[in-house]
């Protein structure tokens, strides 16, 4: 049991949250899960194909440091990839081996097996056919569900952290050092606000992917954490380091599935019309070269032939071995009639991954005390300016674990300010907000980041995206503050936020390294 029993207030329920719930848990804290999600399976861990690193025959810690380290393009922070490549198998083992049993691929002999992506040097990644995440995370919330102590609450949005002296009534508040103290969340059914407190909160919202045209990403990917944090006074680093997937499908209607990289690790290999390897003449590894690499060589080479898409090819992978290891993409290719054990797959780089976020230690902390980030929202540095491939995971799982068992060791208990805190004031004056601005707003914000943001940038894309930026930013503000909180309102302005400071940051930084291109432009 824990010294003390904390209250904490666990924001998002994909594997780094789910995980750090769990452990918090175990250590006697009174532990609640909020998800903006009606299904609490609804999150960006699910959409995970390919799988989660482990440590495979002939591996060390060592050499997974290296692949990370290499992969980041000399930005990857060494300590954050020495505790992952150590911890990681220890602690995958027990939250996901032991305690969640989640169902990875094994042998005849029950021996796990491994698969190989691209920019690993050894074959360690553990998976479930093509459907890594969504095995993940439903044995998680199954294992979690069963504790019925830990309460799991869906439609809850978060809208701002509690901080004082920020909601404080108390004027004297202003001399202290800013913490946290809790969540306002706003229920999705009854449309009501209200403030929630904890002694700690863990934000573990996800990704940011909604704000660019093309993604992976599911609905609510929409920054919430990084702009929650920002709001708060946090420090967010790295957000011009924005991961675009290689492989996404191409097809109109197909909303970029996510072609996994395991394919490419299994044998398949990039293919421009006239049928040339054209990726070997970016990199020796080819299709194999790590993503940021692969999306630039992909992204070129469709400006330069006008094309919307190059091929996969699966020649080199057998057909039994398509339909075992790959059925949800090669079900999914067939609806938009292709069948992949046949004939190559049309596909496009789309938006996957923020390597930035809300600036972390190695225990999870962010620079505001009392509040905590792990995931995607979070950066420990591990991912550096581009992330190796089934890092994200494990990424989850490592800090999950250390974000709970650093929890005690903070001795900052806020309690005693909770009184002076303020509640919910709802300001709209009208009940109901206008879709068709709110869409259209979404529209720009999506084109403009995808158009100038992308892939491959140029200052003055940047300089145009910023002024369009804040004007957004403006007018989605005046909303905020006029009508009644509603979620689609609060993800939108989350999303701002959020290409806010990957655009300033992106504009700030002049040095290409790893996802973050800056083309010279032509005087
Ligand atoms: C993939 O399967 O290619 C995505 C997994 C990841 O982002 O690491």
Redesign the pocket.
């Known amino acids: 049991m824990a010294e003390t029993r904390l209250r904490v207030l666990v924001i998002g329920c994909g594997i780094a949250g789910l995980t750090a719930a769990i452990h918090a848990w175990r250590r006697g804290h009174q532990v609640t899960v909020v998800t903006k999600t009606d299904d609490p399976a609804e999150s960006n861990s699910s959409?995970?194909?390919?799988?989660?690193v482990y440590r495979g025959h002939e591996d060390s810690p060592e050499l997974l440091v290296k692949d990370i380290l290499e992969a980041s393009d000399g930005m990857a922070l060494p300590e954050a990839a020495r505790i992952v490549a150590e911890e990681g198998p220890e602690a995958l083992q027990e939250v996901l081996l032991d305690w969640a049993k989640v169902p990875f691929e094994r042998d005849r002999a029950g021996d796990l097996q491994f698969g190989e992506?691209a920019a690993h040097s050894r074959r360690r990644i553990l998976y479930s056919a093509?459907q890594?995440?969504r095995a993940i995370t439903r044995a998680l919330l199954a294992f979690l569900k069963k504790k019925t102590e830990i309460r799991l609450l869906p439609n809850e949005v978060a809208v701002e952290i509690i901080t004082a002296p920020h909601h404080s009534r108390n004027p004297l508040d202003v001399y202290r050092r800013p913490f946290c103290l809790g969540a306002y969340l706003h229920h999705t059914r009854d449309q009501k606000v209200r403030a929630v407190f904890a002694d700690r909160v863990v934000l573990a919202t996800g990704g940011i992917g909604q704000m660019f045209r093309h993604t992976?990403n599911p609905e609510g990917a929409t920054g919430d954490g990084v702009a929650l944090a920002w709001r708060a006074g946090c420090r967010v680093v790295n957000m011009e380091y924005t991961?675009f997937?290689p492989?996404t499908l191409a097809m109109p209607g197909s909303g970029n599935f996510?072609?996994?990289?395991?394919?490419r690790g299994e044998g398949a290999i990039l293919l421009n019309h006239a049928g040339k390897d054209f990726t070997k003449a970016y990199d020796r590894r080819g299709s194999l070269a790590p993503?940021d690499t692969v999306s630039r060589a992909i992204f070129t080479e469709l400006e330069r032939t006008g094309r919307e898409h190059v091929l996969l090819s699966l020649d080199r992978i057998s057909p039994a071995t398509i339909r075992k290891r790959f059925p949800t993409i090669l079900r999914k290719c067939l609806e938009f009639k292709i069948d992949i054990t046949r004939e190559a797959i049309p596909v496009t780089p789309a938006f996957?991954?923020s390597c930035g976020g809300v600036l972390t230690d190695m225990d999870g902390q962010t620079t505001l005390p009392n509040l905590y980030a792990v995931g995607e929202c979070a950066c420990t540095g591990l991912h550096g300016a581009n992330?190796?491939?089934?890092?994200?995971?494990l990424e989850g799982v490592v800090f999950g674990r250390r974000v709970a068992a650093h929890l005690c060791r903070s001795d900052f208990l806020a309690r005693p300010f909770e009184k002076s805190i303020q509640g919910w004031e709802d300001h709209g004056l009208h009940s109901s907000h206008d879709p068709i601005l709110v869409r259209q707003d979404w529209m720009t914000l999506k084109n403009t980041m995808w158009n100038y943001v992308g892939i491959l940038r140029t200052r003055s894309r940047m300089k145009r995206a910023l002024e369009t930026l804040k004007d957004l930013k403006n007018q989605v503000d005046h909303f905020y503050w006029n009508v009644k909180v509603h979620r689609e309102m609060l993800e939108l302005r989350n999303a701002i936020q959020a290409a806010l400071l990957i655009t300033n940051s992106a504009l700030k930084n002049r040095v290409s390294r790893g996802c973050h291109t800056v083309l010279r432009e032509r005087s």
């Open positions: 959409y995970a194909q390919g799988g989660i992506e093509d890594t995440g992976t991961q997937h492989t996510l072609i996994s990289e395991a394919v993503r996957h991954f992330r190796l491939a089934s890092t994200s995971l």
